[in-house]
């Protein structure tokens, strides 16, 4: 059974992971490679995204490869035959528990190492690339605005690198705005920085308040465009980039350092932990709904459903409780509610399928009230 669900959720997550990534790295190279980027800085980026995407796979790949064995054995009779020799469900949930460790432990990783990690390097990459100021000029065809103030424009591009009817506005000095066109122009890379060396051109200088207009025509001229670009320093301290270990240690220096409030950090801490646990909760929920349904003559698709149902309600019972966390600190325990819920949930279903008598006494006593709704109905 363990090795059924180790290779049912491999496949359950590959499909996910998939799906969610490709429609992701659609977005992210229409983007990236409309922005003049060349075809490996896609590649990083869509692997920098990936863990993070895993690591939101994780729980509904086990969720699903524990609902899909169950029901497979019991439309297969297997597990009617199981349950004749004596096997209890606590018996049947060994492997199960195993294997809801296993993807625990595979999330644990991901959501104190490579997910912070990931996210960390990818802003860094991202604000490499923005800093980029020959990918962000190279747009033929659009106005752009590199920063506040500037507008840019080329309509064509050759395949030889020279531009073609460029235009550059600046304004960020209220008191005189300086517009340049040319008939052609080229980046031009220098350890200074990239100049922008425009031909055949004209420039108009506009002054404030007199609106006095200066024109000025030139043959060649070049314009250092490094400094068009802004270039604020970049920010990683942020509470999702914190190691698992400083937060443990002093999360009130991490939330002095990110800026962020106590509860912040308490709640991505100890989200971290709680993720990994919702993988061995959905796992458990999915396998003894399905085991109940077993007893069910109703057959286990209903079983099914309502398995999603119960997974879908301890979401709801998370982003509940996350609000309290994060307006006071001091309530980080109601974090782990939702798992200590799944568990008891998944202990209950599996004292229901090991008592079928039980399910039936419910059953029993419930008709009376069916008949008495339909009636007035």
């Known amino acids: ?74 439309s297969d009779s297997e597990l009617a035959v199981v349950q004749a020799t004596g096997y209890s469900p606590w018996r049947l949930a060994r492997p199960v528990l195993v294997f809801g460790g296993m993807v625990a432990l595979m999330m644990s990783v991901l959501a104190h190492l490579l997910i912070p990690n990931s996210l960390s390097q990818l802003r860094l990459r991202e ?13 033929a065809g659009e106005f752009l605005h590199p920063a506040p103030g ?35 122009a080229y980046l031009v890379q220098d350890p200074a920085g990239t100049r922008l060396v425009m031909v055949a051109g004209l420039a108009q200088i506009v002054q404030q308040p007199e609106q006095t207009l200066f024109t000025t025509h030139f043959e060649d001229f070049s314009h250092d ?21 400083a937060m443990l240690r002093d999360p009130a220096a991490v939330a002095a350092r ?42 286990v698709w209903r079983q099914v459903l309502v398995a999603f149902g119960l997974v879908v309600g301890l979401k709801v019972i998370e982003g509940a409780v996350l609000g309290p966390v994060l307006a006071s600190a001091a309530l980080w325990p109601l974090l782990y509610l939702p798992s200590l819920a799944g568990l008891a949930l998944a202990a209950m279903l599996m004292l229901l399928a090991q008592r079928p008598a039980i399910w039936r006494r419910l059953a029993g006593a419930m008709r009376p009230w069916r008949r008495a709704a339909e009636a007035g109905a």
């Open 258 to 299: 990110t800026g962020a409030t106590p509860g912040a950090v308490m709640a991505e801490l100890h989200g971290r932990v709680t993720s990994a646990l919702m993988c061995l909760v959905a796992a458990l929920v999915g396998f003894a709904t399905l085991l109940v349904g077993a007893f069910s003559r109703f057959g």
């Open 127 to 139: 604000d490499e690339v923005s800093r980029n100021i020959t990918a962000q000029l190279l747009t």
């Open 1 to 74: 059974m363990l090795s059924q669900l180790m290779v049912l959720f491999g496949f359950f997550a590959l499909v996910l992971v998939s799906i969610f990534w490709i429609n992701q790295a659609v977005r992210m190279f229409d983007k990236l490679i409309g922005d003049g980027q060349p075809a490996w800085v896609f590649f990083e980026f869509t692997a920098l995204t990936l863990p993070a995407v895993i690591g939101g796979m994780l729980p509904i790949a086990a969720f699903a490869a524990a609902v899909y064995v169950v029901y497979r054995l019991s």
């Open 150 to 184: 500037i507008t840019f424009y080329i309509r064509d591009i050759t395949p030889e690198g020279e531009l073609r009817d460029v235009f550059l506005s600046d304004r960020r000095d209220p008191a005189r705005a300086v517009t340049y066109t040319s008939s052609r």
């Open 225 to 245: 465009v490094s400094s068009l670009i802004s270039r604020d320093a970049i920010n990683l301290d942020k509470v999702a980039f914190a190691a698992t270990a």
